[in-house]
């Protein structure tokens, strides 16, 4: 699940508005909470690409090898609710590009958790740039199972009002998976080429970028642009509102 990683940037938690902006928030509904986005126009690479044999999975790992290395820290908090087949989590660690964390490990950088109480944004750049991005690797149906209490960062995170794109949750707000939320907290805080770098494993990856960096939403482009953690609170409210 697109739990995300706790990234903190130059701003800490985020003040006054941002103020209670939590699951309930996060989990806000918009109309196409119910229904796929675009259903009926669903791209032909989503499709689930984690069923592949031991060599196609070794081709896949070998071309994410050549690409550029992410050269900050990628972590999960992983807790094995997910078809491993299907887990995006796991995907990135058989690639090579996630790195797998105990309960109550303490993580340094940004955390995207459904418990953050602010939004990432540009300002969390120095805090990933230094001690990278987590996730908790979790399903959505399963939240109350999360021991959230014992995991540990400075700099929990709420990821802004986006669309999932991948297999499970097409079209869903908020409802993105652990490939998804990482990249998309790489690409708000700037990290253009690591958020590439993690898609580029998966089929479907592109849809991602298709579909929240497109005419008329533009999500990504406008969030990217936001100077602090309520700025990007503010526009992700507005998003949802308009759904």
Aim: with cysteine.
């Amino acid at each position: 699940m697109g739990k995300g990683s706790k990234t903190h940037g130059s701003s800490s938690r985020a003040r006054g508005s941002n103020r209670g902006y939590s699951r309930t928030h996060y989990q806000g509904r918009g109309r196409h909470d119910d229904q796929s986005f675009d259903n009926d126009v669903k791209p032909d690479s989503i499709i689930d690409h984690d069923d592949q044999t031991a060599d196609e999975l070794c081709d896949s790992t070998d071309s994410i090898s050549h690409k550029a290395k992410i050269d900050v820290p990628v972590a999960m908090w992983d807790f094995n609710h997910c078809d491993p087949r299907r887990c995006s989590g796991k995907k990135l660690a058989r690639l090579g590009l996630i790195k797998e964390l105990k309960v109550r490990s303490r993580f340094h950088g940004i955390v995207v958790s459904p418990k953050g109480t602010s939004v990432v944004s540009p300002a969390d750049r120095d805090i990933v740039a230094k001690d990278g991005l987590a996730v908790v690797e979790c399903s959505w149906a399963r939240l109350d199972d999360v021991p959230f209490s014992k995991i540990s960062s400075p700099h929990e995170r709420l990821l802004p009002y986006l669309l999932a794109t991948n297999p499970t949750n097409y079209g869903k707000p908020w409802k993105l998976n652990c490939v998804e939320a990482l990249a998309a907290a790489f690409y708000i805080t700037g990290f253009d080429q690591h958020a590439e770098t993690l898609l580029s494993g998966f089929g479907w990856g592109q849809s991602f970028w298709e579909v929240n960096r497109r005419v008329p939403y533009v999500y990504l482009e406008k969030y990217k642009t936001c100077e602090s953690a309520t700025e990007s609170y503010e526009e992700s409210r507005r998003d949802k509102d308009k759904g």
